[in-house]
């Protein structure tokens, strides 16, 4: 109502103006009888009101459509008017609305077969790494111990391409059930031990072996090998620990990562999570890619786990999962 009323103002303006003007000529022309002016000036105003009833009439459910901001594009699409220019209009929106929907459609399909062709790339390139691995495993050579060390490094680039390539459809590739906390770290621990070794950092791990969580296996595992291969990468000096620990929090279990790193900047704290961010430490370790915590927070949302963060700077950083 208000939408039309605010339309109609012109137009009310306008009427008035030319009521106004010609009863003025006719008094003009000397004629004297206000009683027959405001006469016709009531027939005319009753037939004007009746116009505008029957104008908003026919265009309510147009303007109350117009009025709320938060309406679905089908539901407006519902909602048909007989005036000529809102049938107008709407089938104008219709048609605009099918051409996005064929645009929306065709750019899904293009990056659902994009995200295929990752996966099949990823799955690709992890057989020769594997095959490479098989070679040199046996060799106690330092150069084979480096080229070990790049394959760790090209399997982790593969596994976050993957995993970030996924995300967007976790709903159809995760499994929720009931794994034992202990079991999943220490395989993470010992998945990561030539990372451990090669850093000179070492895993303390002190998780109860009676904490049972509901989580998915394969994505809480990525997450928290994110979480310590940022521990590792952060700190220096050798003979440094990052502590694992598992315990009780009223009525949740919570797994606390501590490293003994060179922490993050207070001012860098709030956007730590966000894609691509790395911040001050970025800028001085050059193998940040600012999409690990961004993959911990996006999998920990979608699993229903809670992230809390911690830093000091050059003390370490602390993050907790909260199950």
Not at 115 to 135: C, D, E, R
Not at 279 to 298: A, P
Request: hydrophobic share 40%; aromatic share 12%; glycine share 6%.
């Amino acid at each position: 109502m208000k939408l039309f009323l605010m339309e109609q103002i012109p137009l009310i303006i306008i009427y008035l103006t030319q009521l106004v003007l010609v009863l003025f000529v006719f008094w003009l022309d000397g004629y004297r009888d206000f009683s027959i002016s405001l006469y016709a000036g009531i027939l005319s105003a009753c037939l004007f009101i009746g116009y505008l009833i029957y104008r908003y009439l026919t265009l309510r459910n147009f303007y109350k459509r117009l009025e709320e901001t938060d309406t679905s594009l089908d539901e407006i699409f519902d909602a048909g008017s007989r005036a000529p220019l809102a049938a107008s209009l709407h089938l104008l929106l219709k048609s605009q609305y099918r051409q996005y929907q064929n645009g929306l459609h065709h750019y899904q399909h293009k990056l659902k077969n994009h995200i295929q062709f990752i996966n099949q790339w990823v799955h690709q390139m992890k057989t020769p790494l594997s095959v490479i691995h098989l070679m040199i495993q046996d060799e106690d050579e330092p150069r084979f111990t480096a080229i070990g060390d790049e394959l760790d490094r090209l399997r982790k680039g593969l596994d976050m391409v993957l995993y970030t390539a996924r995300l967007d459809e976790f709903e159809h590739d995760f499994y929720v059930e009931m794994l034992p906390l202990e079991k999943i770290v220490r395989s993470v621990t010992s998945n990561q031990k030539r990372l451990f070794i090669r850093n000179r950092v070492f895993p303390s791990v002190e998780v109860d072996k009676s904490l049972m969580i509901a989580s998915d296996e394969k994505w809480l595992s990525f997450a928290i090998t994110q979480i310590v291969t940022n521990g590792v990468r952060y700190t220096t000096g050798d003979h440094r620990k990052i502590f694992l620990k598992g315990f009780k929090r009223s009525k949740n279990v919570v797994l606390e990562i501590e490293d003994e790193g060179v922490g993050i900047p207070k001012s860098d704290l709030p956007r730590v999570f966000d894609p691509y961010f790395t911040g001050e430490n970025g800028r001085i370790f050059q193998e940040s890619t600012g999409m690990g915590l961004f993959l911990v927070k996006q999998i920990c949302d979608n699993l229903g786990h809670q992230v809390e963060i911690e830093s000091t700077v050059n003390k370490g950083t602390t993050i907790r999962i909260i199950f």
